[in-house]
């Protein structure tokens, strides 16, 4: 059984530039969050999502920022337009329906860097 | 105020003893605790939860939550150098089913 899958692992971008970061959830987990991280600071919650649905983007930046989970597909964790401070881990997590809802599995991460 | 909050560190202790990490929270009507720890460059690993007041334990590791107070425990017991690693406070608010708070980290030294 597969965990949380993320890729790619190291992203590269140059400011101005679009970042999209991919998420596949756990087999039989249909929800998905997405969080980033700063060197030596905890997780900071971004976006929750459901299939077709956004639940929760309330950490969301209002700008630039965006998230889809399709109903075929990945997740994606979109930036546009790309600044320095955008540099971070981004982490995915997923946790299925029901009783273990509270459970969420994290992904390996994506180090996003920006020149 | 920071929903979650922990102290920094490092926490330094000896090979074989107990290592005592806090963490407190702000919501009162929290329902879901959890303990994850985090080795450098590398993904959480949930380690505990915690839904009702006392202990539960799980091998070494024994996560303690006292609602009154507001604060949630992990204990260590044995602690490893391979325990050595950032551990993670993470909450689930009330009224926010799918909504987690995480604290910053402790990091945690255990010295051979």
């Known amino acids: 059984n597969a965990g949380v899958m993320q890729n790619p692992r190291h992203l590269v971008r140059r400011r101005g530039q679009e970042a999209r970061l991919r998420c596949s959830p756990m087999?039989?987990?249909?929800?998905v969050y997405w969080y980033r991280q700063l060197p030596e600071e905890g997780l900071k919650f971004m976006v929750y999502l459901q299939k077709e649905n956004i639940i929760d983007e309330s950490g969301m930046p209002k700008e630039r920022f965006s998230a889809e989970f399709p109903k075929e597909g990945p997740s994606i964790l979109r930036i546009q337009q790309v600044v320095r401070g955008d540099s971070a881990a981004y982490f995915c997590?997923?946790?299925?329906?029901?009783?273990?809802?509270?459970?969420?599995?994290f992904g390996p991460g994506t180090r996003l860097t920006v020149l | 105020q920071k929903e979650v909050e922990q102290n920094s560190g490092p926490l330094s202790v000896p090979e074989g003893a107990i290592a005592s990490l806090n963490c407190t929270y702000s919501?009162?009507?929290?329902?879901?605790f959890f303990w994850y720890r985090q080795y450098s460059g590398k993904s959480p690993e949930l380690i505990m939860s915690i839904y009702s007041n006392g202990d539960k334990e799980d091998g070494r590791f024994t996560a303690q939550l006292n609602k009154a107070s507001q604060y949630v425990s992990l204990l260590i017991r044995d602690s490893q150098p391979s325990d050595s690693a950032t551990y993670l406070c993470?909450?689930?608010?009330?009224?926010?089913?799918?909504?987690?708070?995480f604290g910053s980290g402790t990091k945690l030294n255990v010295k051979p």
């Open positions: 997590a997923s946790s299925p329906t029901g009783d273990q809802a509270d459970t969420q599995y």
């Open positions: 993470a909450v689930r608010l009330a009224g926010n089913f799918n909504k987690f708070y």
């Open positions: 087999k039989g987990h249909s929800h």
């Open positions: 919501d009162r009507g929290s329902q879901s």
